[in-house]
């Protein structure tokens, strides 16, 4: 088994694994794919759909959602894309790589029912203009999924997240690229400090851990924030992990150029 990473491979996981972070994270990604799928069956009436799964990772999640229509998994990761096709493709999935960055390739996927992002927007440039590529990228009548953490990140996950993004920020965020939210999802989970620093020290530990350096530099910057782990780390009772997860329906954009507002906590 892999160690802790942002990407999830639940045939190799722990999934009983409830007091350890393998259990956690199983738990919580296949968590908000479940909550997606079931939010779409029932917006769209159990009808049949052509759906898109962005960052789609190791293809699990495409699996879940292939009961809903055709799903096109789409990852930056050529090995995952790999992975994906080996252990998750079905006469309803295909996967292929591709950069939510890279605006040509999101205009060539075309039109599709529903767009499901999770995990994504904190990775993005852009977070505005990908949204708005979504909002773009739905037939008539479609919805969208996105999910994103609804906590601080930003010490531990540069560069590879470039912003955390509050609860108010998120509803300035869909209101400015043309979303109505129709549904709201929240998940939280404490990570025992002790399973946290096994983890992350670990061989085959997937996620690179910032310099020292980069944690005091980001803390002086963002005091609270050390605060903040001070207490969860002594007694907070553990590092605080959560998710937002929302069904959005596109609405017409009132404001077509918006102040793009920094989405930093």
Known sequence: MSGISERVYPKEMDANGVGNIQGVMYKVFTTRYKVAMDWLRHYFHGRELRVVDIACGSGYGTEILSELGEVVGVDLDPEVVHYARKN???????????????????????????????????????????????????????????????????????PHHKRDISIRQARRLFRKTGFEVKRDFYQNHKLDIRHLISEVTSYDNEIPVPPLRQWVKYYLIHPHHAILRAYETTIGGGIHFGDQEYLLLPQPVVEPSPVRARLTS
């Open 88 to 158: 998750y493709k079905n006469e309803r999935t295909s996967f292929m790589v591709g950069n939510a960055d890279d605006f040509e390739f999101l205009e060539s996927l075309g039109k599709f029912d529903a767009v499901v992002s999770l995990a994504t927007v904190e990775h993005v440039a852009d977070a505005y203009t990908y949204m708005s590529w979504i909002h773009s990228a739905l037939k008539p009548g479609g919805a969208s999924v996105v999910c994103f953490p609804s906590v601080a990140t930003m010490d531990w996950a540069m």
